[in-house]
């Protein structure tokens, strides 16, 4: 089975308005640890957010923040306000267990593309 | 193999040596990206390859770092003379077209963790 899936292989949306991309995550283990990353056309993966699992608070960086569902095992990315440079391709990201650091095994959905249209 | 495959799954090197990591995409997939992750920062973006071409080495950290990829599958990437700040995870991704293509789809390896002593 897989670990995170993101099921939307791609999405339009119109600029200005909000956007939630899905992401649904398996695991048994009590520590974890959810990323979302942005990747432009440059290649490059840009980190964008982090939800611990025993964070009692949803996750927010300006325009971006998390949904997290604990027991649907989900942890949707909010953009608010989406801007035309928000296209980008988006990953969504686990770590199990407690590495204390983002360098231990993590696992990656397969990404959802994002076109803002003017 | 149904997935990204990537060896040695963890690599432990002593300062000064050479390494070498293997990444073996999706058959087919012509798009291939490396990236690494150090400890409690996000993903970096090394070199990408399209076909056996790689039209963007601007990420590679310094000319201790290098990567070829032969017959539009296998990629290696090789650190000579390995420093402590090159431990970290490294992770190769592949597509069947490049990553800003409508609704290409990104497979990932699980990454090669490695430490420099």
């Known amino acids: 089975a897989q670990k995170i899936t993101q099921t939307q292989p791609g999405m339009f949306v119109q600029e200005k308005e909000a956007v939630t991309l899905d992401c649904t995550y398996d695991?048994?283990?009590?520590?974890?640890?959810l990323f979302w990353y942005k990747q432009p056309s440059s290649g490059e993966m840009i980190f964008l957010i982090y939800q611990g699992s025993y964070d009692q608070q949803n996750a927010t960086e300006g325009r971006y923040s998390l949904n997290f569902q604990k027991a649907r095992k989900s942890a949707n990315l909010v953009i608010s306000a989406s801007q035309l440079g928000d296209s980008a391709m988006y990953f969504c990201?686990?770590?199990?267990?407690?590495?204390?650091?983002?360098?231990?095994?993590?696992?990656f959905g397969k990404g959802t593309h994002l076109i803002i249209q003017p | 193999g149904a997935g990204v495959s990537q060896s040695p799954s963890n690599k432990v090197t002593e300062k000064g040596k050479d390494v070498e990591l293997r990444c073996d995409p999706i058959s087919g997939h012509t798009a291939l990206y490396w990236y690494r992750q150090s400890l409690g920062q996000g993903l970096e973006f090394l070199i990408y390859?399209?076909?056996?071409?790689?039209?963007?080495k601007s990420g590679l950290p310094s000319d201790r770092f290098s990567a070829e990829r032969t017959g539009g599958s296998v990629s290696t990437l090789t650190i000579q003379r390995t420093q402590q700040e090159d431990s970290a995870v490294y992770l190769c991704a592949s597509s069947l077209a490049p990553f800003f293509r409508v609704n290409t789809e990104a497979f990932f390896g699980q990454g090669t963790r490695l430490t420099v002593v």
């Open positions: 390859f399209q076909g056996n071409s790689a039209p963007d």
């Open positions: 695991t048994s283990d009590p520590s974890y640890g």
């Open positions: 990201a686990m770590r199990e267990g407690d590495s204390g650091g983002g360098a231990d095994g993590l696992t």
